[in-house]
């Protein structure tokens, strides 16, 4: 079995703390994600990479940045969180280009930014 | 702007009867399209694909269909069940392109009435 792992389920942080989410998948996918998804808007891309050291933006980067120095780990900052990245955090992973394959994701972080 | 997108918020379904779910894509680059489920405080869970070379995917009492001129598709799930009741995202992918990227829509909140 597929296996996504988000460090952490809940998470509370200030106003202008730096916030790290990690993500772990275990199937050696060339693919990793990371959304957020807010009612009414579905979710939505906020960066992904296809490759170690590769990134791209994605629908909704701005305040956020990536970090995927291993083919199994893709870290989500927030380089100063605000209250409107108060949000569900979702990782997923799926295989490379041209595949017939879905996306895999993990159980989510609630992040709550006070 | 999104490319993908399900015009229905909410649906209510009598136990045993089918529920149909609808989504609409407006790039005609995509050639792979996935239904997720979503239950609260959990990541999606890949429910059933379609390739664009098919018009139809059946799996059990779940049967997707495409049709590429419209731009559409929907999910059937017939008999609908109380354990159904959660929130379906349809998502559609270019996989030639580099990355596979998923584009989701906003979701439809299904509840399945005993």
């Known amino acids: 079995d597929v296996k996504v792992t988000q460090s952490s389920r809940y998470l509370v942080k200030r106003t202008g703390e730096k916030v790290f989410l990690e993500c772990v998948q275990d199937?050696?996918?060339?693919?990793m994600f990371w959304y957020r998804q807010d009612p009414g808007l579905g979710l939505r891309l906020i960066y992904f990479?296809?490759?170690?050291?590769?990134?791209e933006k994605g629908d909704i980067p701005e305040g956020y940045s990536v970090s995927r120095e291993k083919k199994e780990r893709f870290s989500l900052i927030l380089e100063s969180a605000s209250t409107n990245q108060t949000s569900m955090y979702l990782c997923a992973s799926s295989l490379g280009t041209g595949r017939n394959t879905e996306a895999f994701f993990g159980q989510g972080t609630r992040l709550t930014v006070v | 702007d999104q490319q993908v997108k399900q015009n229905s918020p909410s649906l209510s379904v009598q136990e045993g009867r089918i529920s149909i779910l609808n989504c609409d894509y407006t790039n005609s680059m995509f050639d792979y399209f996935l239904w997720y489920k979503k239950y609260p405080a959990e990541g999606p869970t890949f429910l059933i694909s379609i390739s664009s070379i098919k018009d139809k995917n059946e799996d059990g009492r779940f049967t997707v269909f495409l049709n590429k001129s419209a731009k559409h598709l929907s999910l059937h799930i017939v008999p609908s069940q109380p354990g159904d009741s959660a929130v379906y995202f349809c998502?559609?992918?270019?996989?030639?392109?580099?990355?596979?990227?998923?584009?989701f829509g906003t979701g439809t909140s299904l509840t399945v009435i005993p």
């Open positions: 990479s296809y490759d170690v050291k590769m990134k």
């Open positions: 199937m050696d996918h060339e693919n």
């Open positions: 998502a559609a992918s270019d996989r030639a392109r580099n990355g596979n990227q998923f584009y």
